[in-house]
């Protein structure tokens, strides 16, 4: 088994600083570009494993779902937070699933800049 701890490291640290963003509040767009940073961050991280490709993938959405339990919160207003907590898990499984397939988009890109 590899070692994960640069890679857990690398994404608190990217968690510490979503949570730091978030303080003051976020639109939506805001939670979007967080999430897809962490996906670049996770998947650059990831990239350096020696591990198949399904098992980073993993690694990588489980990231997003990190980031996302951070954050998402932070984007929706206070009337609505009760809907919110009934759409959480749906919505939490959409941008995992989503994520899924933003990493085989953003392989290439992320592969060109790690060599």
């Known amino acids: 088994m590899p070692d994960l701890v ?3 490291q690398e994404i608190d640290a990217y968690i510490a600083h979503a ?3 978030a303080e003051g509040g976020l639109t939506v767009s805001e939670v979007g570009d967080l999430l897809t940073g962490a996906i670049l961050v ?3 991280a990831a990239e350096g494993l020696t591990l198949p490709g399904a098992d980073k993938k993993a690694i990588v959405q ?3 779902a990190a980031v996302f339990d951070a954050v998402a919160g932070f984007a929706v207003p206070a009337p ?8 959480r898990p749906l919505v939490r499984s959409l941008v995992i699933a989503a994520a899924g397939g933003a990493i085989d988009r953003l ?3 992320v592969r060109s800049t790690h060599a």
Not at 80 to 87: I, S
Request: proline share 13%; aromatic share 14%; glycine share 0%.
């Open 6 to 8: 640069p890679i857990d």
């Open 19 to 21: 949570r730091q963003l």
């Open 42 to 44: 996770a998947t650059h």
């Open 62 to 64: 489980a990231a997003v």
């Open 80 to 87: 609505l937070y009760p809907f919110w907590l009934l759409a």
């Open 107 to 109: 392989l290439p890109l």
